[in-house]
């Protein structure tokens, strides 16, 4: 992240004085350091759901798209010992990590969405898959995985599994600590419930992948929701809906306040565009996405 050194109190007022001039956002003071607000936020999209899962051609569709990153999936899951993961191939890889170089590109997290459809708290093996994941994040220098509980691992209809959730989370923290990542869960319970959740589990490594389509649909206060967490439990946000209709046509997301609660509460970072596909153009993919994240960066990057 670029940095401007600035000295003394008047230059400082100096400086700021200089930005409103000149039309730009006052920067946030960290230390004797400013940060523009505008590199604060950065979009990313997923390729799968670009109907790209695995595709390195998923990289330049984001690049045309405008977003700053991509989060790659890890492969399906099924009845495999682990992910079908192309990324495990060093050629592949390499072809990934020169491709991004080329276009600019950054990978903001990779995902395992085979646990959507499968058991994190009863499926064997999950240990070797969840290493997998983080054998891959480090092969190419990537920060945060996403992990979520899926339908099965609902801790709000099934409360018996978090005994059996939390001691194998326990465990991915091990793992993640060691190979110094972050692993985000996304769950079904409520800010307060996750909080309570992540106490248990008790890593640092393991924290909330955030997605704004879970509160919303269950009726909370979204913001309220981001408050409860604060910046140190959100490791990345899914800033996305349910289908029907772009981000900026969204009469139940005030995208405004969102990014003044996320300045509130000093979350900097991604923000991944999941869904929030038009219903009349579900598999418009350019339409979509382009849409979305040129809508998230008129809010989140100016």
């Known amino acids: 992240m670029a940095t401007v050194e600035i000295s003394g109190d008047l230059n400082r007022r100096r400086f700021l004085t200089i930005l409103a001039g000149l039309g730009l956002s006052v920067p946030l003071y960290a230390g004797s350091e400013f940060f523009l607000k505008s590199e604060r936020y950065k979009i990313g999209v997923i390729d799968l759901m670009l109907l ?27 009845d495999r010992p682990t992910f079908d993961n192309r990324l495990s191939d060093v050629t592949v890889r390499d072809e990934y990590l020169t491709a991004a170089k080329k276009l600019n590109l950054q990978f903001c997290s990779l995902a395992m969405t085979g646990f959507y459809a499968q058991s994190f708290a009863k499926r064997e093996g999950v240990e070797r898959m969840v290493q997998d994941c983080i054998t891959t994040m480090q092969q190419m220098h990537i920060k945060v995985a996403f992990l979520p509980l899926g339908v099965q691992g609902d801790l709000v209809k ?84 349910k289908d029907g209709v772009w981000l900026e046509n969204n009469p139940r997301l005030d995208m405004k306040k969102v990014r003044r609660t996320l300045d509130e509460i000093g979350y900097e970072g991604w923000l991944v565009v999941e869904r929030s596909r038009d219903a009349a153009a579900p598999r418009d993919v350019k339409g979509n996405y382009g849409a979305n994240t040129k809508y998230l960066k008129s809010i989140f990057q100016v």
């Open 52 to 78: 790209k899962r695995q595709k390195i051609s998923a990289l330049a569709l984001a690049s045309e798209i405008g977003a700053d990153g991509i989060e790659i999936d890890m492969g399906g899951l099924g």
């Open 158 to 241: 099934n409360p018996e599994l978090r005994p059996l959730i939390v001691e194998r989370l326990k465990k991915v923290g091990a793992l993640a600590e060691k190979a110094g990542v972050i692993i985000g869960i996304e769950t079904a319970l409520d800010a307060a419930g996750e909080v309570s959740l992540l106490k248990e589990i008790g890593s640092k490594a393991v924290q909330i992948y955030f997605n704004f389509s879970n509160p919303l649909e269950a009726g909370r206060d979204l913001c309220e929701e981001l408050r409860i967490l604060g910046k140190k439990r959100i490791c990345q946000i899914h800033c996305t809906d």
